[in-house]
T-cell receptor, first 109, second 111 residues
Framework: RKEVEQDPGPFNVPEGATVAFNCTYSNSASQSFFWYRQDCRKEPKLLMSVYSSGNEDGRFTAQLNRASQYISLLIRDSKLSDSATYLCVVHRGYNKLIFGAGTRLAVHP | ETGVTQTPRHLVMGMTNKKSLKCEQHLGHNAMYWYKQSAKKPLELMFVYSLEERVENNSVPSRFSPECPNSSHLFLHLHTLQPEDSALYLC??????????FGEGSRLTVL
């Protein structure tokens, strides 16, 4: 079983749609959690951290469920520029960040 | 503009060649990383250096040899690679356990 699992997609949605991604992790000792975004043929960049209480940044909402060991990302009012691969990242220990394979999102007009 | 610079951006090498990938970070971070990204696979953590000491070696074959001469520079020395080693090699840096900042990657093709 992979340590961090994501649905690879692609999620094809129209502009303005709301889309949600889930991610599950297997190591209950994982300490912190992140969503990174990777555009085609570019490097990953931090989108947002995921806090236990849930957090929101504009159109993006991230939530963590430690009991069920999953993390979610909700994108409201999708824009064309949101098209990218979204990587779920789990911090397992000192300097050790484990990446999921990513979920691809394609927003169309 | 990235604070992490990788060279070369593209590299084609034969299985008998020896080459090196270079990474430089201008962010004052104290940890540097090598990740491998193959098509449709998660980023695989290869090596971690913290304060110039290797703290993680993720069962990487010995044909990959990292070097961290100081906190700003990281190398990945390559020798007798296999075609399945063809991938995007990403360098990253962070301050302790903070956000990872990635370079643009070195795309390696092994013939």
């Amino acid at each position: 079983r992979k340590e961090v699992e994501q649905d690879p997609g692609p999620f094809n949605v129209p502009e303005g749609a709301t889309v949600a991604f889930n991610c599950t992790y297997s190591n209950s000792a994982s300490q912190s959690f992140f969503w990174y975004r990777q555009d085609c043929r570019k490097e990953p960049k931090l989108l947002m951290s995921v806090y236990s209480s849930g957090n929101e940044d504009g159109r993006f909402t991230a939530q963590l469920n430690r009991a069920s060991q999953y993390i979610s990302l909700l994108i409201r009012d999708s824009k064309l520029s949101d098209s990218a691969t979204y990587l779920c990242v789990v911090h397992r220990g000192y300097n050790k960040l484990i990446f999921g394979a990513g979920t691809r999102l394609a927003v169309h007009p | 503009e990235t604070g992490v610079t990788q060279t070369p951006r593209h590299l084609v090498m034969g299985m008998t060649n020896k080459k090196s990938l270079k990474c430089e970070q201008h962010l004052g971070h104290n940890a540097m990383y090598w990740y491998k990204q193959s098509a449709k696979k998660p980023l695989e953590l290869m090596f971690v250096y913290s304060l110039e000491e290797r703290v993680e070696n993720n069962s990487v074959p010995s044909r990959f040899s990292p070097e961290c001469p100081n906190s700003s520079h990281l190398f990945l020395h390559l020798h007798t690679l296999q075609p399945e080693d063809s991938a995007l090699y990403l360098c990253a840096s962070s301050q302790e356990t903070g956000e990872l900042f990635f370079g643009e990657g070195s795309r390696l093709t092994v013939l």
